[in-house]
């Protein structure tokens, strides 16, 4: 286990492409297993709405169906994360349209 760039516990085992990282969860300690590359929009969102990793995962965790696991409710959420940004209106918002836009 080593530290990530963002404060979590990282497992560098390398038998998977999951990386697993411990993050509290509305009080207490869990993992997620997630790709590299989920990894990585789950920093950027961080970064963007300027909230830790914990902050983010409890909120997702409250407003996720209790029936499936908190991996994919993190999955499902950075998708639509980023579906949003893509759209006209998102991408105007985060300033990447032309002038003419």
């Given at each position: 286990m080593q530290r990530s760039r963002d404060g979590t516990r990282e497992d560098t085992r390398t038998d998977s492409t999951l990386v697993s990282r411990?993050?509290?969860?509305?009080?207490?300690?869990?993992?997620?297993?997630?790709?590299?590359?989920?990894?990585?929009a789950f920093a950027e969102v961080c970064n963007r709405e300027a909230v830790t990793p914990s902050v983010l995962?409890?909120?997702i965790d409250?407003?996720?169906?209790?029936?499936?696991?908190l991996t994919a409710a993190v999955r499902v959420f950075l998708?639509?994360?980023?579906?949003?940004?893509?759209?006209?209106?998102g991408h105007r918002q985060a300033s990447h349209a032309s002038p003419s836009s």
């Open positions: 411990n993050v509290t969860v509305r009080g207490r300690r869990t993992s997620l297993r997630l790709e590299p590359a989920m990894w990585e995962c409890s909120e409250r407003t996720r169906d209790p029936k499936g696991s998708l639509a994360y980023f579906q949003e940004a893509a759209t006209e209106q």
